[in-house]
């Protein structure tokens, strides 16, 4: 393990300045000085926020950099200087820090205010432009509006990997736009990571470059799942004795449009047990209002937020994971993994096009059910009830899934090895031409002449 170093502004100093060496020696540990593949993962927001693009980046970033890698991760501020989450407020502006999240360094830039999820920052350009300097390989994670909007701006030439996480489908607004500006930085990308072949093939995006676009399953770091902590068992207990004998459904996820928690809240409407909703965001009153309208209020637990452990320890405590989302914005739904892993199953939905109702499989690990459909929701959770075999076996399936598909290593040895593969072009390409510009002048001596 590499030694910390002092909070600075200065990417210079975060980074080993020494050339990037094209071998395998950068995935392990590195000694006596060799150098590492340095990688800049740029993000939207980071953890503590919660959300699908900054659970993955920061599960590839940890485990990149406990391979040896030097990785740091730049994405937009989302809380003010009281630490406060304030990504959703338009004018409230936030500070531009610097955190080491174990061995990964972390910039997040202020953002000066939030116009149709577009965040004006100062200072990512400068950064993006002298990237070169500091590091080997970008990673953009899409969709990104803003971390894109600059890069379109910048000439450079350090290779340029892309994870696509989704199409941005219902705001009209900024779609067209952004598609424009998307399209230019996709067209210099060296290569494209989607997660699933079903959104791959089904993204009108994608489609235009399918000749460089590779399938990488994501992956999490199961540990803390399968092996809870002590907090995070108390956890599962406490709610166990608070609910009694009582199904407990679990949903987890942002309160916007796209997560579907409609459906949930008129689902619970026609089975037994309780409702646990973590997330926040803007549909917080309407679902509460409706929960209302509809009788169970009384029966839904809201959660702003849970830290890790006590979220692992719901997710213990769960009957099943609630995934009612409806439209393909939810491309992965990586709390699902995060559920199967503890053992939970998940009820999730048949979102055409999405890699959704792959990542939990129907009658493997889990029950999926059409889209929009309350009532097939809670047919499949009060099957869970009746038959307490196929709970277990669903259990157990769970769990075996997450260890055989999503564990992170395996997720982060083939994304290292995108960047080895470019790298190696890369480097073949420079001798090339090194070679032809050394025979050119060595064929025409008055050519050498003039250049001195």
């Keep these: 393990m590499s030694t910390k170093r002092p909070m600075t502004d200065d990417l210079k100093r975060l980074q080993d300045q020494v050339p990037y060496r094209v071998d395998k020696e950068h995935l392990k540990p590195m ?10 993962h740029l993000g939207k927001y980071y953890h503590p926020f919660r959300g699908g693009i900054e659970t ?9 950099a406990e391979m040896g890698c030097h990785v740091t991760v730049a994405c937009i501020n989302h809380m003010d200087a ?3 989450d304030v990504w ?4 409230t502006r936030t500070p531009s820090i610097v955190e080491y999240d174990s061995e990964v360094a972390v910039k997040k ?5 939030t116009l149709a999820r577009f965040d004006y920052c100062a200072g990512i350009r400068s950064f993006l432009k002298n990237a070169a300097d500091d590091f080997d390989i970008l990673h953009l994670h899409v969709p990104n509006p803003a971390m894109c909007v600059w890069l379109a701006t910048v000439t450079s030439k350090i290779p340029l990997v892309v994870t696509y996480h989704s199409d941005i489908v219902k705001q009209r607004f900024i779609r067209k736009p952004f598609r424009l500006i998307e399209n230019r930085v996709l067209d210099r990308v060296d290569r494209i990571i989607v997660a699933t072949e079903a959104y791959r093939d089904s993204s009108d995006v994608l489609c235009r470059f399918t000749s460089k676009t590779e399938v990488i399953p994501f992956g999490l770091d ?4 399968i092996e809870p902590s002590e907090k995070a068992l108390r956890f599962a207990k406490k709610l166990r004795a608070q609910y009694g004998d009582k199904p407990l459904w679990l949903c987890v996820g942002r309160l916007v449009y796209y997560k579907g928690m409609e459906y949930a809240i008129r689902a619970l409407a026609h089975c037994p047990g309780r409702l646990m909703i973590v997330g926040s965001g803007q549909l917080f009153d309407n679902l509460k209002a409706l929960a209302e309208s509809l009788g169970v209020a009384d029966r839904v637990d809201w959660q702003i937020d849970l830290d890790d452990d006590e979220l692992i320890g719901a997710y213990l405590a769960a009957t099943a994971l609630w995934f009612p989302s409806i439209v393909r914005s939810e491309a992965f739904g990586l709390v699902q993994i995060e559920a199967m892993a503890c053992g939970c199953p998940v009820i999730n939905t048949n ?4 890699g959704v109702p792959w990542v939990s499989l129907d009658n493997v690990s889990g029950i999926t059910v059409p889209v929009e459909d309350p009532l097939a929701l809670a047919a499949a959770a009060r099957s869970l009830i009746e038959n307490r075999s196929l709970r277990e076996r669903l259990s157990a399936g769970a769990i075996q899934r997450a260890e055989e598909k999503f564990a992170i290593r395996q997720m982060t040895y083939r994304t290292t090895a995108v960047y080895e593969n470019i790298l190696n072009r890369k480097l073949q390409a420079d001798r090339s031409m090194e070679a032809s510009q050394a025979v050119r002048s060595a064929s025409n001596p008055d050519l050498v002449a003039t250049s001195r």
Excluded at 88 to 91: K, L
Excluded at 222 to 225: E, M, R, T, V
Excluded at 351 to 354: E, L
């Design 82 to 84: 009281t630490g406060r």
């Design 222 to 225: 199961l540990k803390p799942y």
């Design 56 to 64: 993955h980046v920061r599960s590839i970033a940890k485990s990149q």
């Design 109 to 113: 830039f202020g953002k000066l205010g």
């Design 88 to 91: 959703s407020n338009r004018f």
């Design 31 to 40: 000694k006596g000085g060799q150098p590492k593949l340095r990688v800049c």
């Design 351 to 354: 979102i055409a096009g999405s």
